[in-house]
């Protein structure tokens, strides 16, 4: 299995500030990995995921980007925040479609 | 493109009583189905998931849950529930046909285990 770590747990930034959310995977080599907001009482969007380094796919238009610099590290940003982007933000990662996806710990993201 | 519906935002039950959550999907391709539970302010945890085969899986904690290809449904059960128990429960669906994984997830049930 593979563990994923996050940080922050959570986060207070201003409205119009940047942010830069990054996660990364123990346990596995080239792994997909998942980008997801989670909404109070609702279900996970899926935001965007990456099948490898420098791959990324982006599932809805948003202020929001990701990167994926190294297999093992996958990194949510934004240039300007929005009240919207208020949310839980969990990272996952797995080895294929058939595959558990590993979730980690998630981010609490306020945007005042 | 795919589509998952979990039928009950909320299920209260006493413990001890058995329980069922509903999930439903649809799909233009060939999917996986699993069911993810997730307690206050953590990332999601794997119960069970269906790949091929027996139609009925088992999973951790006590719950199984039977795949109906001729509903499309997925519905998770146990036959008594602890107050452990309650949490959020995910049922997601993902791609076969590519590798990407991409999983569809339903907006979740609020499982409340009362004593």
């Known amino acids: 299995s593979q563990t994923i770590h996050q940080w922050p747990a959570t986060l207070v930034q201003p409205v119009g500030s940047p942010l830069s959310l990054e996660c990364t995977v123990e346990?596995?080599?080239?792994?997909?990995l998942y980008w997801y907001r989670q909404a109070a009482g609702r279900g996970l969007q899926l935001l965007f995921y990456?099948?490898?380094?420098?791959?990324i796919s982006s599932e809805v238009p948003q202020n929001l980007s990701a990167s994926r610099p190294q297999d093992r590290q996958f990194i949510l940003s934004s240039k300007k925040l929005l009240l919207s982007d208020s949310g839980f933000y969990l990272c996952?990662?797995?080895?294929?479609?058939?595959?558990?996806?590993?979730f980690g710990p998630g981010t609490r993201l306020l945007v005042l | 493109a795919q589509s998952v519906t979990q039928l009950d935002s909320q299920v209260p039950v006493f413990e001890e009583a058995p329980v069922e959550l509903r999930c439903n999907y649809s799909?233009?391709?060939?999917?996986?189905l699993f069911w993810y539970v997730q307690y206050p302010n953590q990332g999601l945890q794997l119960l069970l998931k269906?790949?091929?085969?027996?139609?009925l899986v088992k999973g951790i904690n006590g719950f199984e849950a039977e795949f109906n290809k001729s509903q499309t449904s997925f519905h998770l059960r146990k036959p008594s529930v602890h107050i452990s128990d309650t949490a959020e429960y995910f049922c997601?669906?993902?791609?076969?046909?590519?590798?990407?994984?991409?999983?569809?997830f339903g907006d979740g049930t609020t499982l409340t285990v009362k004593p």
């Open positions: 996952a990662g797995a080895n294929g479609a058939q595959e558990t996806q590993y």
């Open positions: 346990g596995t080599s080239n792994p997909n």
């Open positions: 990456s099948v490898g380094i420098g791959q």
């Open positions: 799909s233009s391709v060939s999917v996986y």
């Open positions: 269906y790949l091929s085969g027996s139609t």
């Open positions: 997601a669906v993902s791609d076969r046909v590519t590798n990407a994984g991409k999983s569809t």
